[in-house]
């Protein structure tokens, strides 16, 4: 029979495990709560300051329900998203929000997007390798070439999400030519220096917007999305979104 631990090693071991739990603790009280310096752009019980957009080719009439400080964007038909814009339009700024997205849905953060959605967009894909990617939408996007995070600091996205609950997205948007940091639970992801603004006509600002991808169905012929991507009846959860404006005169 294996001798019990004793002495230092148990006091070790039960520090250990201490420190374990105090860890994973305070990483479960950052989500729910909003950066300090951040200003709440979704007050839990209505959609003020936000609209969806009429002209979106993901789809125009997405169900909204808002329960428990939540809001929920639903395919209504099944099969045809939406996006939900912000009403005012945004530069130079950080973004924070949670959702509770799982696998087998598409969504994805816009940001100086149009009001049909012409945008730069971070990819939400709980279930696949491009979860947190940075792509254009409607847009043309010149391809970063190198994440300014240090190689041996660099984390990826798999290895910090919390599968079976809210994950929180911080985004930091600067710049003509975009200055792009990205952060997944409080754990910065990557960051860019775009070498050119890619917005038609050099726009510098744009609506923030949260997508509900379409499904192949509906959409464009030359996009494929998978029929997988959505469930009838259920949707994908947002909550505590808020804002910091950077730059501001």
């Not at 939408?137 to 391809?143: A, D, V």
């Not at 984390?155 to 948007?173: E, F, H, I, P, Q």
Request: charged residues 20%; proline residues 5%.
């Amino acid at each position: 029979m294996p001798r019990s631990a004793s002495g230092p090693s148990r006091h070790f071991l039960r520090a250990g495990a201490l420190a374990l739990l105090l860890a994973a603790t305070g990483a479960r009280a950052e989500i729910g709560k909003i950066p300090e310096g951040f200003t709440r752009l979704f007050n839990g019980k209505d959609l003020k300051g936000w609209h969806v957009s009429r002209t979106a080719h993901h789809g125009t009439t997405p169900k909204l329900t808002i329960k428990d400080g939540a809001v929920t964007i639903t395919q209504q038909p099944f099969g045809q998203g939406g996006i939900l814009l912000t009403d005012k339009k945004y530069q130079d700024f950080e973004f924070y929000v949670e959702t509770d997205i799982k696998p087998g849905f598409n969504s994805g953060l816009f940001f100086r997007s149009t009001e049909e959605g012409s945008a730069y967009q971070v990819e939400l894909d709980a279930g696949a390798g491009n979860n947190g990617n940075l792509l254009g939408e409607q847009l043309t996007l010149t391809r970063p070439t190198e994440n300014l995070v240090p190689a041996d600091q660099r984390v990826t996205v798999a290895s910090v999400w919390n599968k079976d609950g809210w994950n929180s997205y911080r985004l930091r948007c600067e710049g003509e030519k975009p200055h792009l940091t990205f952060w997944v639970n409080d754990k910065k992801i990557w960051e860019y220096q775009l070498t050119t603004n890619d917005k038609p006509g050099g726009a510098t600002d744009g609506y923030i917007a949260l997508q509900f991808h379409f499904l192949t169905a509906l959409g464009p012929s030359t996009m494929v999305m998978p029929l997988s991507y959505g469930t009838p009846g259920k949707g994908i959860g947002f909550r505590n979104m808020a804002v910091k404006e950077l730059n501001k005169k």
